[in-house]
């Protein structure tokens, strides 16, 4: 039983010499390149840095991706509101009555006849900011506008506006939106 199995194999003549040593050679070439997958390779200094530099510049692509795509979405919000405005804006509406509201603070004016006016302190219509100048636009676009920018309404909330403070001897006496300044 000494024997090995090519020995064997080589005797009962179902393979010849040439055939045996080709079977060897490979088993011989396969143990070798099990033990060399099998051992830890260390990598190099500069693979670990060009590794570390792929790493970094992946995350700044993807950072700056992920601004160029917030600037592209609030240039599209600012387009939908400027056409907003502009299509939806009302026309007419110079005339002798100054309407006073306040922006940032600062009281504004802007000239409006009497039926805007009305219409204005009963919430019908609100005050649009379209660059540095204001537009009239009715409530239910102001309220789309709104939804996408609230800074862009001036006037549109007359219930927001009349927060009621608990210790305010005034409480009980109403404003009139009407009021002429």
Known sequence: MGNSLFDQLNKSGLIDKSRAQKSKHNQYKNQKQKSKKGATNQPDEATVLANKTHAEKVERDRQLNQQQKKEAEKNAIAAQIKQLI????????????????????????????????????????????????????????????????????????????????????????????????
């Open 86 to 181: 502009e299509t939806n804006s009302v026309k007419d509406y110079d005339g002798d009555i100054a309407y006073n509201f306040t922006d940032a603070n600062i009281i504004k004016r802007i000239y409006v006849s009497e039926k805007i006016r009305s219409h204005l302190a009963a919430g019908r219509l609100a005050i649009a900011k379209l660059g540095d100048g204001y537009e009239l636009v009715p409530t239910p676009v102001a309220d789309k506008i709104k939804q996408r920018d609230a800074l862009c309404i001036i006037t549109n909330d007359h219930s927001a506006e009349m927060v009621r403070d608990e210790e305010d001897p005034y409480a009980d006496y109403k404003i009139p939106d009407d009021l002429m300044w």
